[in-house]
C-alpha cells in the first residue's frame, strides 16, 4: 500500500516537470551563454512544445508567473516577459487547432515565426515604450539558436512524453 | 475563399478567448493583466511597485538557490582550469610584481605630495561609508548586464552608490528593495559614465557595449588614445568620485575598447560605497 502511494506522488511529480523545469529555468536563466554570442531562449522552446503537444500539462496561471519572475531576475520591466510567453502559448494553440497532421518541421518553421514575432514585439516595446537599450545582434543570435535548438529538445521532450504520460503525440 | 477566412477566426478564438480543459484562466485574459502590468509599470503606479519589491525579496532568494548548482560546477570549472595554468600564471604575476615594487615608491610620494597640494587649493576631499555585500544572482543576461546584491535599504543601500571590487569600479546601484539591491554593471548598453583617460587628461564618456568590455563615447576625434591608457572615473556630473580605476585602452578589431581591470563574472563580494564630499 505505502509502495504504491509512494509509487503515485513520484508518477504526479514527473507529470509535473514539465512546470518544474519551466520555474527553474526561469530562476536560474538557462540560455548557457558561457560563448560568446551563444545563449538560446530555453522557456520559448518549452512553452512552444508542452502547449502544442499537452496543452494540459502547463496552465497559463503559472506560464504568467513565470513570466513575472523572468521580468524580475533578468530586470526586464514587469509583465513584459509574462506577454512574450502568453504568445507562444496563443500562437501555438493556434497551430494544434488548425494542424490535422502534426509533423515535426511543419511545428518547427512554425516555431520560427513565432519567435520572430515575439522577440520584435520585445525588442520594439523595449526601445519605443521603456527606451531601453537592447543589443540587437545578441537578440539576433539568440534567436536563431532558440530556432536550432528547438529540434533538439523537441525530441528530447517526446521521448519524455511518451514514457511519462504513455502517448505518442507527433 | 470565405470557407478558409472562417477557420482562421474560429481557430484564432479557440486560441485566444477559449478557457482549454484544466485552465483556469483565458489566454486573453491573462494578456489583457500582463499588458496592464506594463503600463502601470511605465508609469510607476505605486501599487505595481509594492508588488515588484515583494517578488523582487522572493525571487531573488529562491534564484540564488536554484541557481547553486551551476555556479557550483562554473566554479569547479574554474579551479581546474586555474591550477593547470599556475605555473604560467606564477611567472606573469613574478614579472608584475616586481614592475609594481618600484612603482610604489613613486606612487608613496605622489599621494603625500598630492594631499599637500590639495589643502593649499583648498579642495574638496571625500571620505568614504562602505560595506561588503555578496551577489545573489550574477547571471549574465544577453540582453541586460546587472547583478544582484544582498543589501537594501535596511542596510542603508541607496540608488546611486557606487559599487567597487578590488578597489576597481564595476557598478552603481540602480534598483534598491527591503533586502536586496540591483546593480547596473559598467559593461550595460544602458551604462553611461564620465572617465579621464590617463595620460593626457582625455575627458570622455565611458558607454557599454552589452559584452564584456566598453567604448569610448564624445571624446575629440584628434585627440591620441593610445594602447594601455589607463581609464579613471573623472567625476563629472557627481555621479563617481575622481580618480576610481576602470580599465585600460586596448584595441579589437582596430576599434579601442576599454578592457575593464575586473571580470565581472566572476564576482563573489563586492563592496557598497557612499562617498561624500567633505571641505579641507
Not at chain 2, 579589437?252 to 563574472?265: A, G, L, M, P, R
Amino acid at each position: 500500500m505505502v509502495i504504491q502511494k509512494k509509487s503515485k506522488i513520484f508518477t504526479n511529480l514527473l507529470k509535473l516537470a514539465p512546470i518544474i523545469i519551466l520555474f527553474v529555468s526561469v530562476l536560474n536563466e538557462f540560455d548557457l551563454n558561457y560563448i560568446k554570442y551563444f545563449s538560446f531562449n530555453f522557456p520559448f522552446i518549452l512553452i512552444f512544445y508542452w502547449s502544442l503537444k499537452k496543452s494540459d500539462s502547463l496552465g497559463y496561471g503559472y506560464i504568467f508567473v513565470a513570466g513575472l519572475i523572468n521580468d524580475v531576475v533578468i530586470g526586464f520591466p514587469i509583465g513584459s516577459t509574462s506577454v512574450n510567453y502568453l504568445l507562444i502559448c496563443g500562437f501555438a494553440s493556434y497551430l494544434r487547432n488548425i494542424t490535422l497532421r502534426p509533423n515535426m518541421i511543419q511545428d518547427w518553421f512554425f516555431f520560427l515565426f513565432t519567435i520572430l514575432v515575439v522577440n520584435s514585439m520585445s525588442y520594439m516595446m523595449l526601445n519605443l515604450f521603456f527606451s531601453t537599450n537592447v543589443d540587437y545582434t545578441n537578440l539576433f543570435y539568440n534567436t536563431f539558436f532558440t530556432f536550432l535548438f528547438y529540434l533538439v529538445f523537441a525530441n528530447l521532450f517526446k521521448i519524455y512524453q511518451k514514457l511519462v504520460f504513455k502517448e505518442a503525440n507527433d | 475563399m470565405q470557407p478558409s477566412r472562417d477557420d482562421f477566426v474560429i481557430a484564432i478564438r479557440s486560441a485566444f478567448l477559449k478557457k482549454g480543459t484544466k485552465q483556469r484562466f483565458s489566454l486573453i485574459a491573462l494578456l489583457f493583466f500582463s499588458i496592464t502590468l506594463i503600463v502601470l509599470g511605465k508609469y510607476n503606479f505605486v501599487g505595481i511597485n509594492y508588488l515588484k519589491a515583494i517578488i523582487n525579496e522572493v525571487v531573488y532568494r529562491s534564484s540564488y538557490i536554484v541557481s547553486i548548482p551551476e555556479k557550483y560546477a562554473v566554479l569547479s570549472y574554474n579551479t581546474v582550469r586555474d591550477h593547470f595554468m599556475l605555473y604560467e600564471d606564477y611567472n606573469i604575476v613574478k614579472k608584475k610584481l616586481k614592475k609594481i615594487e618600484s612603482q610604489k615608491y613613486n606612487i608613496d610620494f605622489l599621494i603625500a605630495e598630492n594631499n599637500k597640494l590639495k589643502k593649499t587649493l583648498e579642495d574638496v576631499s571625500y571620505s568614504s561609508d562602505e560595506q561588503h555585500a555578496k551577489v545573489l544572482i550574477d547571471k549574465e543576461s544577453p540582453f541586460l548586464r546587472s547583478i544582484i546584491i544582498n543589501k537594501g535599504t535596511k542596510h542603508n543601500i541607496t540608488k546611486g552608490m557606487t559599487i567597487l571590487n578590488d578597489n576597481y569600479l564595476v557598478g552603481k546601484v540602480v534598483e534598491v528593495n527591503f533586502s536586496t539591491a540591483r546593480v547596473l554593471l559598467l559593461s550595460d548598453l544602458n551604462s553611461k559614465t564620465p572617465v579621464t583617460i590617463e595620460p593626457g587628461s582625455i575627458q570622455a564618456i565611458l558607454s557599454g557595449t552589452g559584452k564584456n568590455n566598453g567604448t569610448i563615447q564624445y571624446a575629440k576625434e584628434n585627440l591620441p588614445i593610445n594602447v594601455g591608457s589607463i581609464v579613471f572615473t573623472s567625476g563629472a556630473g557627481g555621479l563617481f568620485k575622481e580618480g576610481i580605476p576602470i580599465g585600460k585602452i586596448a584595441e579589437i578589431n582596430n576599434k579601442k575598447v576599454i578592457d575593464f581591470f575586473s571580470d565581472f563574472s566572476q564576482l563573489g563580494f563586492v563592496k557598497v560605497v557612499l562617498y561624500s564630499k567633505e571641505k579641507n
